[in-house]
């Protein structure tokens, strides 16, 4: 087999997973219920972040909270200040893009 395959979780209940971790990128997969959210951050690359399922609420930096539901990709550039949550009734699930990997990312 050429080809590497990589499995996610297909859950209602909030999850955070590597799925892939290698010299080329990172991606991981997360579901987030109402009011929960990630630990506040700055990106560690350039970020993209592909929503699945749901409304993210996302602040960056000093601006104010932007909204981003299913069919949204929002791309975060590295060094930023990043608040993600979600406030909705749905269940959020999106995938996080990091290319590249944060290991091997020299800045500019």
């Given at each position: 087999m050429i080809e590497k395959t990589y499995n996610f979780s297909k859950t209602d209940t909030k999850i955070?997973?590597?799925l892939v971790d290698?010299?080329?990128?990172n991606?991981?997969?997360?579901?987030l219920t109402k009011g929960t959210g990630?630990?506040?951050?700055?990106s560690n690359s350039n970020v993209y972040?592909?929503?699945?399922r749901g409304t993210?609420?996302?602040k960056l930096d000093e601006q104010e909270p932007q909204k981003y539901s299913q069919?949204?990709?929002a791309n975060i550039p590295f060094g930023i200040k990043m608040n993600i949550?979600?406030?909705?009734?749905?269940?959020?699930?999106f995938f996080v893009v990091k290319a590249p990997n944060p290991k091997n990312y020299r800045g500019e």
């Open positions: 955070v997973e590597r290698d010299d080329n990128l991606i991981n997969h997360m579901v990630m630990p506040e951050h700055y972040m592909i929503i699945v993210m609420t996302l069919g949204h990709i949550n979600n406030f909705d009734e749905e269940v959020l699930e």
